[in-house]
């Protein structure tokens, strides 16, 4: 993988769909403030929870600029990945649950890939952790753009946060 300079690259979106997550939003959101890579915006979109979840995505964005908030009636997980493409200004977007963390190297490395391949997706292998176990999510290799796009649309809806997707192909999703 080439050289990216840590400050620059393109920005990136981060949406985080929150619903009542307080016993994991902390983790998720300090996961993302600690990237590497610095040149990000995260869209926390609060969907009606009725716990604390909205004071804690507050709390973050009176702390780090970067941090917006969305705040919504309950509209259920797309309708707020939806409200974060809406307000998203990156040239990029990602997805990360409010119930996930992500390694340090998360956003720099997918966007070095990016770079280095010209690429406008660009995937991740994930490790589901459950309490008592895990499994491993293997992405299959991806050949060209039409083949990367195409897995995109067929496995957004389950695991759309292993994608790293220019916003203009997430913008046509009407």
Not at 67 to 94: F, H, L, P
């Given at each position: 993988m080439g050289f990216i300079n840590k400050e620059r690259g393109g920005m990136i979106s981060v949406i985080v769909p929150v619903y009542n997550s307080v016993k994991y939003l902390d983790k998720c959101i300090?996961?993302?403030?600690?990237?590497?890579?610095?040149?990000?915006?995260?869209?926390?979109?609060?969907?009606?929870?009725?716990?604390?979840?909205?004071?804690i995505c507050n709390l973050y964005a009176l702390k780090d600029d970067?941090?917006?908030?969305?705040?919504?009636?309950?509209?259920?997980?797309?309708?707020?990945?939806?409200?974060?493409?809406?307000?998203?200004?990156?040239?990029?977007?990602?997805?990360?649950?409010?119930?996930?963390?992500?390694?340090?190297?998360?956003?720099?490395?997918?966007?070095?890939l990016a770079e280095e391949r010209n690429a406008d997706v660009v995937y991740c292998d994930a490790e589901n952790v459950y309490e008592k176990s895990s499994s491993i999510f293997k992405m299959p290799d991806l050949i060209n753009e039409k083949t990367q796009i195409n897995a995109w649309i067929e496995a957004r809806s389950t695991y759309c946060w292993v994608f790293l997707i220019k916003k203009v192909y997430v913008l046509l999703r009407e």
């Open positions: 300090q996961s993302i403030l600690n990237q590497t890579y610095k040149n990000f915006e995260l869209l926390l979109v609060n969907d009606g929870s009725s716990d604390n979840s909205l004071e970067r941090v917006k908030v969305i705040d919504q009636s309950n509209g259920g997980v797309s309708s707020a990945r939806n409200a974060g493409i809406d307000y998203a200004k990156g040239e990029w977007i990602t997805f990360v649950d409010s119930d996930d963390w992500v390694h340090k190297d998360y956003l720099l490395q997918r966007v070095a």
